[in-house]
């Protein structure tokens, strides 16, 4: 238990001291930046997603399908 303990602790101390900077190592500030939206990469004819929609949509009908079956028992057994 005590091993257990020794472990969180050295775990827990080594996440926290890697958080922080280094001696030695300065921070290097940015200036702040004009904030800019971002733009729009989709195309008209970009249709990659809309076949990977209908191929989802096939599957399920298909799993539905295939679980309307009836079984062949006509009785129990």
Same mark, same amino acid.
């Given at each position: &238990? /005590?091993?257990l303990l020794i472990a969180v602790a050295v775990c827990c101390t !080594?996440?926290?001291a890697s958080a922080q900077p280094g001696i $030695?190592?300065?921070v290097e500030r940015k200036e702040k930046a004009k904030l800019e939206p971002p733009t729009l990469n !989709? /195309? !008209?004819d970009d249709t990659g997603q809309t076949w990977? &929609?209908? $191929?989802a949509v096939l599957f399920v009908l298909m799993a539905v399908g295939a679980?309307?079956?009836p079984s062949k028992r006509g009785h129990q057994d």
């Open positions: &238990m /005590r091993t !080594a996440a926290a $030695g190592f300065e !989709a /195309r !008209a990977v &929609m209908i $191929g679980n309307l079956i």
